[in-house]
């Protein structure tokens, strides 16, 4: 027996380290695209201008000493060893890094973060309690939640993050393509001619490769890490002969001294070169923020096995080969492939423009991800979200911004056309993505690891002294190409933080001009409200109180249906909610007023469903609450602090074989509630040809008559049809408020709204079915 549990456990553990190893596999071509093609443009654009490598080689030793100690202190001990540990429950990214913040500590300003939501298992998952609670973490914890300035820093630093991610979604496909690209006209013109070629034919790879991003990564997946490990094995061996063919004693520029030697020899020259040496580590950020793709332990095996010796061979073999051929700083073929051996330059130019499309492929994937994350967040304007797989779920493809992105991407390959001013651009990029990783993962190490201060400050001096050095030197070439991210930057921001404020104030509009659920119930016969058959859903905001558009509805129509629903699909600060955990409901005034609030929950990574399922799920949901309401007393409930209703979550018929089901069909016929015993409990005959419509209960279901009468009801109005009530709102800001004020709400956040999608554009609303009411908000 001990010999079948110990062979059971070596099963376990064999297919676990095999499923390991296929993620580790999977990330060379996800994850490591971008990082693996740096090696076609650094030495490159370090030796462009500033530096010339033409009579010894301490520059050559100094720049190669720069690139090893950079690639061994960020990626590999910063993000392989101590950020890869900062995830949201398996998430990472820098609005992963926020999330983290917000759920240790009220610090988001956001409108989604309500009491309910703590029931969440997310919420609770992998949250340790401090032990001590003087300490410094809870005294940061206390100051931030009280201090709304250094509330709008932390938000404002993660958009900062987010928006230089999406400038490096621009850059980096430009960059890495054109570098690709500079091997094909060396094979076949003279060098005089190169830059008139290079341009259209980067421009048409480009134009191909967001062209086919509609078909979705999982189409050519299976050719990414082939792909990736194939040049990246090109590259370390081409490496390794350049190395012994050229200067085996290279490696003794690994040493720090050459570093001191390198800056005390260029001096000024030196640490304006930092900028290109700083290429070196684009793509890092990506082994953080496609964490949830993949597994901390598959990423750093990736990492350290394969990638890094990789990339330090391939470094080191052309370091070898400058120092015995050494060119004038302008020559243009000190790029990477001079050191390719002319017998097999065609078929290594061949798999560098596919590694560097393979790159490209990844951040633009990566730039849906972080702006899905976004408008779920509240911080960008509602776009098409098309899920390209029913399998992987990060793979994503957001129509409008994959064209904004070519456009700005073929603008600024035509308008630098050059390698080293694109290089320029991508390297502030990137380091402002890495400073934003460092400044808010030292908080994460004081408020969630509840970390001593003390290790906090060392993180942030260390790996901060270094980045804001690299920062620095990129940050001085500003009229040389730098100023591209930082204008793309402020423009993304501008837009985020404008539709974040008007959101936020529309959202407050409604939170100050809600009714009572007592004007609810004083509706009736008296005041000529009638009650038509149906189900009406009023989408709102709010979870809780009754929305003024719903008044404004009834003051105009006084007549509302039989069943009424208000429903709030709203976003937590989480990366995904349980199915189980997706619906909250309860009443609105007693049960025989038949009015409902149901709060349906994602996550910033959850897919919202599409079809129409949701409808079905929800109404379930609803009968399920019926059934369940009084004998499910405990637990789950909870009192919101500014309303009395009381909410329960319910699971859904798609999670759960043990609740209500439903079950409809076209056919004329009298309906009934069936349950697994066959029992009927037959309803008044229907006189017109509609949906018929079964609930079937589960075996030996506790249900009173009022519960029973209350579930005929909900059938009978769905028989009837289901409407929608949306409304429409016009923001405005009100009299005597400032010109910006007005300027961000009249102009800004109105335009955005005017041209984004709807608020309910994620669930398919039937147009036959739709009643939009329109109200003016003065905010």
């Not at 820098?94 to 409108?111: D, E, K, M, N, Q």
């Not at 073929?410 to 080293?420: K, M, N, S």
């Not at 599409?610 to 789950?636: H, V, Y």
């Amino acid at each position: 027996m001990d010999l079948e549990t110990g062979t059971y456990k070596n099963l376990v553990k064999r297919e676990s380290w095999r499923a390991v190893l296929t993620l580790a596999y999977q990330s060379l071509g996800i994850v490591y695209g971008d990082l693996s093609t740096s090696p076609l443009y650094v030495f490159k654009s370090t030796f462009a201008e500033d530096i010339d490598h033409s009579e010894t080689n301490e520059e050559i030793y100094g720049v190669l000493s720069f690139v090893f100690w950079t690639i061994t202190l960020v990626p590999l001990i910063k993000y392989v060893f101590i950020v890869l540990k900062a995830d949201d429950n398996g998430e990472g990214g820098t609005f992963a890094l926020y999330s983290l913040l917000c759920r240790h500590a009220r610090v988001s300003s956001l409108p989604n973060n309500q009491l309910a939501d703590e029931e969440l298992s997310s919420y609770k998952k992998e949250i340790s309690v401090d032990p001590d609670p003087s300490k410094f973490g809870s005294m940061l914890k206390s100051i931030l939640e009280k201090h709304r300035v250094l509330q709008r820093i932390l938000l404002i630093l993660a958009l900062i993050g987010a928006c230089m991610v999406i400038g490096d979604g621009i850059l980096t496909p430009a960059i890495s393509v054109f570098s690709a690209v500079s091997g094909v006209e060396q094979l076949a013109m003279p060098k005089e001619h190169h830059k008139y070629v290079e341009v259209p034919i980067a421009c048409i790879i480009l134009i191909g490769l967001f062209a086919l991003q509609h078909y979705g990564t999982h189409r050519v997946g299976f050719l990414f890490a082939p792909v990736v490990i194939l040049w990246l094995f090109t590259i370390s061996s081409i490496g390794l002969y350049n190395i012994f063919h050229w200067n085996p004693h290279v490696y003794k520029a690994l040493s720090p001294y050459y570093m001191y030697n390198f800056l005390k020899k260029t001096q000024r020259r030196g640490w304006m070169s930092l900028g290109g040496i700083l290429l070196c580590i684009t793509g890092s950020e990506a082994m953080f923020a496609d964490l949830g793709h993949f597994s901390q332990l598959s990423i750093k095996i990736a990492f350290t096995t394969f990638v890094y010796p990789s990339l330090i061979l391939a470094y080191m073999g052309q370091a070898a080969y400058l120092s015995r051929h050494h060119m004038s700083a302008n020559d243009y073929d000190v790029g990477f492939y001079v050191s390719v051996p002319d017998r097999i330059k065609l078929p290594v130019v061949v798999i560098a423009v596919l590694a560097a499309v393979v790159g490209s492929q990844a951040i633009i994937t990566g730039t849906f991800s972080i702006i899905n994350q976004c408008s779920s967040l509240g911080c960008f304007s509602r776009v098409k979200v098309v899920h390209t797989s029913t399998s992987i779920h990060g793979q994503i493809y957001i129509p409008e911004i994959n064209w904004i992105l070519m456009i700005l991407c073929l603008a600024v390959t035509i308008g630098f056309r050059d390698t080293r001013r694109l290089g320029n651009a991508s390297g502030l990029a990137v380091i402002t993505v890495m400073l934003v990783t460092t400044c808010l993962m030292s908080v994460v190490m004081v408020l969630c690891w509840h970390q001593s201060i003390f290790r906090a400050i060392c993180f942030v001096c260390f790996f901060g002294t270094i980045e804001a050095l690299y920062f620095a030197a990129s940050l001085i070439k500003f009229l040389e190409g730098a100023w591209v991210p930082i204008a793309l930057a402020l423009i993304f921001m501008i837009v985020m933080y404008v539709w974040h404020y008007g959101t936020l104030k529309k959202y407050e509009f409604d939170l100050q001009n809600k009714v009572s659920v007592d004007w609810l119930l004083s509706l009736g016969p008296s005041l000529g409200i009638v009650r038509v058959p149906g189900i009406g859903l009023i989408h709102t905001e709010l979870v809780s109180g009754i929305p003024a558009i719903f008044s404004h509805f009834v003051t105009n129509l006084p007549a509302f249906h039989e069943v009424l629903v208000f429903l709030c699909v709203k976003s937590v600060p989480v990366p995904h909610v349980e199915h189980g955990e997706r619906f909250l409901l309860g009443h609105i005034g007693p049960r025989e007023c038949r009015v409902y609030r149901c709060i349906v929950r994602y996550g910033y990574r959850d897919v919202h469903k599409d079809d129409m399922e949701f409808e079905k799920d929800l109404l379930c949901s609803i009968a399920e609450f019926i059934r369940t309401q009084k004998s499910d007393t405990n637990g789950l409930d909870k009192h919101s602090a500014h309303d009395t209703e009381k909410m329960m979550v319910v699971r859904t018929p798609s999670t759960s074989t043990e609740g209500i089901h439903m079950w409809e069909d076209n056919l004329d016929d009298s309906d009934k509630i069936i349950t697994s015993e066959e029992k009927s409990i037959d309803l008044p005959e229907v006189t017109k040809a509609r949906k018929r419509v079964r609930f079937i209960l589960p075996e030996n279901p506790k249900i009173d008559r009022e519960a029973e009468a209350e579930l005929h009801d909900l059938m009978e109005a769905r028989e009837s049809g289901v409407a929608y009530i949306l409304g429409h709102s016009y923001v405005k800001a009100k009299q005597g408020s400032s010109l910006m004020k007005k300027l961000a709400i009249n102009y800004g956040y109105e335009f955005l709204r005017r041209n984004s999608r709807a608020s309910t554009h994620a669930l398919s609303v039937p147009h036959a079915s739709t009643l939009e009411v329109g109200m003016g908000y003065l905010v």
